[in-house]
């Protein structure tokens, strides 16, 4: 992930400014609790390998997202992991799963 620094209101602080943080985005629209983020712009390429989906982004970092034994491969489930690790972090992810899903 970049190092880019970005300056967020405290006061007026909302999901599409953390995740545009997150993501190196300087401007996010959030309507209705939608946070809208053009990935199109974020996203260099995806690589289909499986069991594994790559997610090269444009800032130079890379997720990765792969199958457990057992499961069946599927392009736009691990499109959607990749993204997810992005906007929670790759360190985090497991973390955010397992606080969420009990």
């Known amino acids: ?13 909302n999901m599409a400014d953390i995740i545009g943080a997150i993501l190196g985005v300087e401007k996010m629209e959030e309507k209705s609790g939608i946070i809208r983020i053009n990935l199109d712009k974020e996203i ?6 499986d069991p594994a989906t790559i997610v ?3 800032d130079g970092t890379k997720t990765v997202s792969k199958c ?7 392009k736009e489930h691990g499109l959607a992991m990749c993204i997810v690790r992005k906007v929670v972090g790759n360190r985090r992810y497991n973390e955010f799963f397992e606080k969420w899903c009990k």
């Open 1 to 13: 992930m970049s190092n880019k620094n970005v300056n967020v209101n405290v006061n007026s602080i």
């Open 44 to 49: 260099e390429t995806v690589i289909f390998n």
């Open 56 to 58: 090269l982004w444009k």
């Open 68 to 74: 457990q034994n057992g499961d069946v491969f599927n």
